[in-house]
């Protein structure tokens, strides 16, 4: 796809991952809607694609309230256009503990914004991409969406969810011109990525490592499908003696 004039819409692009892409989409020619709670790094973004020339607007929700939603995708519209790339990034990531730890609350609010808010946004934009037989939705899971990491099962359960999403998009309504992906990257440096305290930041994957593989994947003609999920990972291990939660003894 030519992303030149494209309208995409980035959860979390206030930060992290999703500033990166919304920054190379931006760089690309697309008019993209950043989303996020604060707006202060909502407009960091915007500013920064500014003073490179693109064209980016903001608007302020909280992704795991549904009327959030629909107000970003008909915010979208009514800037730049029916939405052409929907990118869901906006994650939390609970601090780490054994399953049963895990409170009802805690179990709602990841899969609110993690895999929910994913589901809704997606039902909002493809009626209009399946009237105009094209669209693609970019889902930023994890490598925890396709492993088992000790300590992270609620996460890893979005996440495999969100894959799972992923999945049933692309078969629904593949033959309808929509391509859906699943990005999943290892530790990440990011203020999420920096919570897991690697030992060897040097050696994290850079958000800008995420956003070019989402310009990859939607730079295909429209007659290639990336059916499993791009997987990202730091080439040596960030932690010093490996992963520190699979030593924890629950
Ligand atoms: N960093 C890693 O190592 C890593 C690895 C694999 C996957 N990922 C995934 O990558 C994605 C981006 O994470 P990141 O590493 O860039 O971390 P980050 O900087 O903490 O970004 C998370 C973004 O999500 C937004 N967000 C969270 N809850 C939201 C809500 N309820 N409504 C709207 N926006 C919300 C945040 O914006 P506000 O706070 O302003 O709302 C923030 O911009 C996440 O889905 C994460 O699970 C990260």
Redesign the pocket.
């Known amino acids: 796809m030519d992303i030149k004039g494209k309208v995409a819409l980035v959860?979390?692009?206030?930060?992290?991952?999703?500033?990166a892409i919304a920054k190379a989409l931006a760089a690309e020619g697309a008019r993209v809607m950043i989303?996020?709670?604060?707006p202060e790094?909502?407009r960091q973004t915007v500013q920064a694609i500014g003073e490179l020339g693109g064209d980016a607007a903001i608007h302020v929700?909280?992704?795991?309230r549904a009327q959030?939603c629909e107000a970003l995708v008909a915010a979208t519209e009514a800037q730049f256009g029916p939405v052409d790339v929907l990118v869901n990034?906006?994650?939390?990531?609970p601090k780490g503990k054994p399953l049963t730890d895990y409170s009802v609350e805690e179990w709602d609010a990841v899969m609110?914004?993690?895999v929910r808010?994913a589901f809704l946004l997606a039902k909002r934009v493809l009626p209009r991409m399946v009237e105009r037989g094209s669209g693609h939705i970019v889902n930023?899971?994890?490598?925890?969406g396709i492993r088992f990491f000790v300590g992270e099962s609620i996460?890893g359960l979005s996440?495999h969810a969100l894959n799972a999403l992923t999945n049933f998009i692309s078969e629904e309504y593949g033959a309808r011109g929509i391509h859906c992906l699943s990005i999943?990257?290892?530790?990440?440096?990011?203020?999420?990525?920096l919570t897991?305290e690697p030992t060897h930041r040097d050696r994290?994957?850079t958000?800008e490592d995420?956003a070019g593989s989402v310009i990859w994947a939607l730079r295909q003609r429209h007659g290639v499908r990336v059916p499993f999920p791009i997987v990202l990972e730091p080439q040596d291990n960030p932690w010093e003696g490996g992963y520190p939660m699979l030593n924890q003894k629950f």
């Open positions: 959860t979390g692009g206030g930060s992290g991952i999703g500033a989303a996020g709670r604060r790094q909502l929700g909280d992704v795991a959030d990034n906006a994650g939390i990531l609110s914004v993690n808010a930023i899971s994890s490598v925890s996460y996440k999943c990257p290892g530790l990440v440096h990011t203020d999420m990525g897991l994290l994957l958000p995420i």
